[in-house]
């Protein structure tokens, strides 16, 4: 019973030391596995401090470099700045320089001017020691003394003298000029002939409007093609009004459907044919007014150009007075003032009549009607006192006769007594004047047409240089070209129009 439960101590004792020695082998190996992984997470700490020395090494070399580079930016700056102190420097150094020299120039001066206040005051003296001793001069030298004072005292009277007369000669010139004035405007009055922009056309019955107007619109189309007006066919009876800033074309508008109306037939062919026709009859009609003006006026003879553009200022306006009408009135005015002066009545009656001759043709031409008078009439052997007057009339040149100051005179007294011009209807037709010419400039185009007003521009090309595209390019370029170029008010509408025609003979 003893040896069993000895052997049962002992049994449990070596039990006992097997679970001890069991349990020291498994907290070795556990304090193993613990070192392991602490040596793991040590060396994953040691290498992430590596990374974050080098990314700290990356960043202090950035700082270094961007430091360096803000450094060697200041030094830049700094040099920069020690030019322009250096050149700013340079530069006071030469106004201090230039300073100088005018000090020393100042300096020159005020000794010059030390040196004449010293020589005034020694004449000074002199000349007080001269009057100290005059008691002493002799019979001549006391006589030429006061022959001197005397001339002095003379010279300033008869200076005083001068001025009196020469204001007295100036306000009776003045009285004379006005007399002169007064003697030629009571002498003749010319009347006052403001121009219409529209002319009026009778008809025998409103039927004619509608063969004016022909199958779909063919017949007015080619009347204002070839016319260069606006026909305006209203509810009015009886009548249709032709409409054109230009007189000239607008009485040969006037007459060509005048012609057609008494005629009965009316269609293009039969509208190009009088229209030639109207276009010489007003041709030779220019220059046969031209001849009974100069006739009236008797200053014959006269180159032939010259005669049919006097004849053909009937049919020009300026700020609404008839150019034919203002010239006649400057004429006249002009031979009466000549005839008050001493002048050749005459001569300033031609200078008179041709001193707007080139307003003739400036419609035409365009340019300053001063400059083609100027030289119409130096071609044409005028005499130089005509010329002179065409030229001095706008101040281009100073007067130099009697003749050529007598018509500057008329001329404005012709234009400016009341009611003579009208400044709208002048810059109304310089504005549609200008519209045309823009139209005309372009390549392509044969005429250019301002009608309704100025409120539109019919434009006619050669259909055999522009295309239908190329047309539309065009309305679209002289369209901004007029905007650009002219001042208007509202709109302004371009018709580009392009036509062909084939004609053939049947024999």
Known sequence: MLGEV??????????????????????????????????AKAKAIENEAELLLQETEVKLKAKEIEHEAAFQKRVAEVEERNRALILQQKELDTEKKQLQHQSHALLEKEEALDALEMQKRQQIAEAVEKLQNSAAMTVEEARNYILEKVEEQSRAEVAAIVRKYEKISKEEGEKKANYILAQATTRYAGE?????????????????????????????KALEMLLGVDIIIDETPGVILVSSFNLYRRAIATRVIEILVEDGRIHPGRIEEVHEKVEREFEQKTFEEGENVLIDLGIFPMHEELTR??????????????????????????????????GDEKLAMRAGLLHDIGKALTQDLGGSHVEIGAELCRR????????????????????????????????????????????????????????????????????????????EVRVFVNAAKLSDNEAVLLSREIAKEIEHKVQYPGEIKVNVIRETRSTALAK
């Open 6 to 39: 000895i052997a049962g101590s002992i049994g449990m004792l070596s039990g006992a030391g097997i679970a001890l020695l069991w349990m020291k082998v498994s907290e070795k190996r556990r304090f193993s596995h613990f070192e392991l992984e602490a040596k």
């Open 380 to 455: 044409y052997g005028e005499h130089p006192t005509v010329i002179n007057a065409i030229y001095a009339h706008h101040g281009h040149e100073e007067p130099d006769s009697v003749e050529s100051a007598a018509v500057c005179a008329a001329d404005t007294l012709s234009a400016a007594r009341p009611g003579a011009r009208r400044e709208v209807l002048e810059s109304f037709t310089k504005r549609v004047k200008e519209i045309e010419e823009i139209a005309t400039s372009k390549q392509g185009v044969q005429k250019a047409y301002a009608i309704n007003a100025g409120r």
């Open 309 to 342: 553009l006097i004849g053909r200022l009937k049919y020009r306006a300026s700020y609404g007075q008839n150019a034919l009408a203002h010239t006649l009135e400057v004429a006249r005015l002009a031979k009466v003032m000549a005839a008050e002066m001493g």
């Open 192 to 220: 006052f002939a403001g121009e219409r922009l529209i002319n009026l056309v009778t008809l025998p019955s409103d039927e004619h409007k509608g063969r004016i107007i022909g199958k779909e619109g063919r017949n007015i």
